[in-house]
C-alpha cells in the first residue's frame, strides 16, 4: 500500500472510531441523568387491574462517590371543582368521576429529593414507600439506606438520603434523576445505570396471579468539559453540555388485536411518552404536536397526529387516533398485517426556550394478563436544543 493510501486507511478509521464513541442518549450505558418515563402505583386495585407498584433500581457504576438530584413528576389528572378526586383526562368525552359540572385536567407536579450513592453502590426503593435510612425506621419490609457512616452526611454514606412515596395512590408520571455534587450543583460523571420493574399481583381476587415487566432508564450522557454547572441543563444543539435527545422514535410492534400465531393469544401495545425539555423551576409542562407514521409488512404507509400533548401521555396504540378501537389504524383488521412499524415524532416550534424531542417505553399486553415493557428505539439528533430547568438552590 502507499504511503498516501495507507495514510487515507488510518484517517477512516479514526473517524470510524470517533462515532463508535460518540456520546449518545440510550438505555445500555451509564450516564448523567436518568429518565424513568413511567412509573405507576395503585395498591388498592383502583383501575380493577390487581395491585400495581414499581420498583426502581439506580446502580453508581464508578469506584467514587455521587449524589442524584432527583424528581418525581405526578401527572395524575384531578377534577376541576373537585381536586381531590383522580381522574384520565384522555377519558372522552369526560370521566364519570367527576362531578357533572367538572372537567378532568391534566396535571403536572413535582416533588425533588436528594440520594447520595458511595461508589459502585446499587440502591432500590418501592415507588409506594419510598426510602429513608436504616436507622430511621424499624421496619425490616421498608427499603432504606444502610450505610450511615460517623454520624455526620459525607461522601463516604447515605445520610442525606431521603426518598419520599410518590404524591399520590394511585399515581401515575415520570421519575429523572441528575448526577450532582455535594453542593447539587451538575456534573459531567456518567455515573448512573438504572432499570425500573413494574409489578402486578391480584390480590383482590385472592388468586395467584403475578406479573413483572421490566426496562430499563434511558440515559442522558454529559458531554465533557462542557458543564457551565448552572441550573439550566442543554441537551444537544448550540452549547450542549449533554446528549441530544433522538429526533425520532422507532416503535415495532403487534398491532393491536392481533393474534401471536404461537402462544394464539391477543396483543395490545401500550406507549408512554414524555418530553426530553422539562422545566422543574416554574413547573411550566412543554405542549408538542406529535405526529406517528405506520407501516405494516407491506410497508404500505398510514400516518396519524394529535396537539394535544403536554407532560406525559400513555395509551394503547389504537387509542391515539379514534375513539373505536377497531377503526384505528393501529389495529390489525385496518393495518392487514399482524406487525408493523411506527415513527413517533415531536414536531419542531419556534420557542428556543423549549425542545420537542420525546423519550419513552413500550408494554405489549397479553390476553392471559401477561405483559412485558420493551425500550423504544432511537434514531438521529435535532440541530434545536432540549433543557432541563432545575429549582435554583
Given at each position: 500500500m502507499s504511503p498516501r493510501l495507507l495514510g487515507l486507511a488510518c484517517l477512516s478509521l479514526?473517524?470510524?472510531?470517533?462515532?463508535?464513541?460518540?456520546?449518545?442518549?440510550?438505555?445500555?450505558?451509564?450516564?448523567?441523568?436518568?429518565?424513568?418515563?413511567?412509573?405507576?402505583?395503585?395498591?388498592?386495585?383502583?383501575?380493577?387491574?390487581?395491585?400495581?407498584?414499581?420498583?426502581?433500581?439506580i446502580s453508581n457504576t464508578l469506584n467514587k462517590p455521587v449524589r442524584m438530584q432527583c424528581f418525581w413528576v405526578n401527572a395524575n389528572g384531578h377534577c376541576f371543582n373537585a381536586p381531590g378526586i383522580?381522574?384520565?383526562?384522555?377519558?372522552?368525552?369526560?370521566?364519570?368521576?367527576?362531578?357533572?359540572?367538572?372537567?378532568?385536567v391534566p396535571g403536572w407536579q413535582e416533588t425533588d429529593f436528594i440520594v447520595q450513592l458511595t461508589a459502585r453502590q446499587p440502591v432500590a426503593w418501592l415507588a409506594?414507600?419510598?426510602?429513608?435510612?436504616?436507622?430511621?425506621?424499624?421496619?425490616?419490609n421498608l427499603p432504606c439506606f444502610p450505610i450511615t457512616g460517623a454520624g455526620r452526611?459525607?461522601?463516604?454514606?447515605?445520610?442525606?438520603?431521603?426518598?419520599p412515596a410518590v404524591q399520590e395512590d394511585p399515581f401515575v408520571g415520570e421519575l429523572k434523576c441528575i448526577a450532582v455534587d455535594q453542593n447539587d450543583v451538575p456534573i459531567e460523571d456518567n455515573a448512573l445505570k438504572g432499570e425500573a420493574l413494574i409489578?402486578?399481583?391480584?390480590?383482590?381476587?385472592?388468586?395467584?396471579?403475578?406479573?413483572?415487566?421490566?426496562?430499563?432508564?434511558?440515559?442522558?450522557?454529559?458531554?465533557?468539559?462542557?458543564?457551565?454547572?448552572?441550573?439550566?441543563?442543554?441537551?444537544?444543539?448550540?452549547?450542549?453540555?449533554y446528549a441530544g435527545c433522538p429526533n425520532v422514535l422507532i416503535l415495532d410492534h403487534f398491532f393491536d388485536g392481533a393474534v401471536d400465531p404461537v402462544a394464539q393469544q391477543s396483543i395490545s401495545t401500550a406507549l408512554t411518552l414524555v418530553p426530553c425539555t422539562e422545566d422543574f423551576l416554574t413547573q411550566r409542562p412543554t405542549s408538542i404536536p406529535v405526529q406517528f407514521l405506520v407501516f405494516n409488512e407491506f410497508e404500505q404507509r398510514f400516518s396519524t397526529s394529535f396537539r394535544d400533548f403536554n407532560c406525559f401521555r400513555e395509551f394503547r396504540l389504537s387509542e391515539i387516533d379514534t375513539r373505536v378501537p377497531t377503526f384505528s389504524i393501529f389495529h390489525a383488521?385496518?393495518?392487514?398485517?399482524?406487525?408493523?412499524?411506527?415513527?413517533?415524532r415531536g414536531v419542531a416550534g419556534n420557542d428556543r426556550t423549549r425542545g420537542q424531542t420525546l423519550l419513552g417505553v413500550a408494554e405489549e399486553m397479553r390476553a392471559n394478563g401477561g405483559s412485558a415493557a420493551f425500550q423504544v428505539h432511537m434514531q438521529g439528533t435535532r440541530p434545536q436544543s432540549d433543557f432541563v430547568y432545575l429549582p435554583l438552590q
Open positions: 479514526f473517524v470510524a472510531a470517533g462515532v463508535v464513541h460518540a456520546q449518545q442518549v440510550g438505555s445500555d450505558r451509564a450516564a448523567a441523568i436518568l429518565v424513568f418515563p413511567k412509573v405507576v402505583v395503585d395498591t388498592n386495585n383502583n383501575a380493577g387491574r390487581g395491585r400495581l407498584d414499581t420498583l426502581i433500581r383522580i381522574c384520565d383526562p384522555t377519558l372522552l368525552p369526560r370521566d364519570d368521576r367527576c362531578p357533572a359540572n367538572s372537567v378532568c409506594s414507600m419510598g426510602a429513608t435510612l436504616c436507622t430511621d425506621t424499624a421496619d425490616p452526611p459525607s461522601p463516604t454514606n447515605n445520610l442525606e438520603s431521603r426518598v409489578v402486578r399481583s391480584d390480590v383482590a381476587n385472592n388468586t395467584n396471579f403475578f406479573d413483572v415487566r421490566a426496562y430499563n432508564a434511558i440515559g442522558i450522557p454529559a458531554l465533557a468539559g462542557r458543564n457551565n454547572r448552572d441550573n439550566v441543563l442543554i441537551l444537544g444543539g448550540n452549547g450542549a453540555e383488521g385496518v393495518s392487514g398485517t399482524l406487525t408493523g412499524q411506527t415513527r413517533i
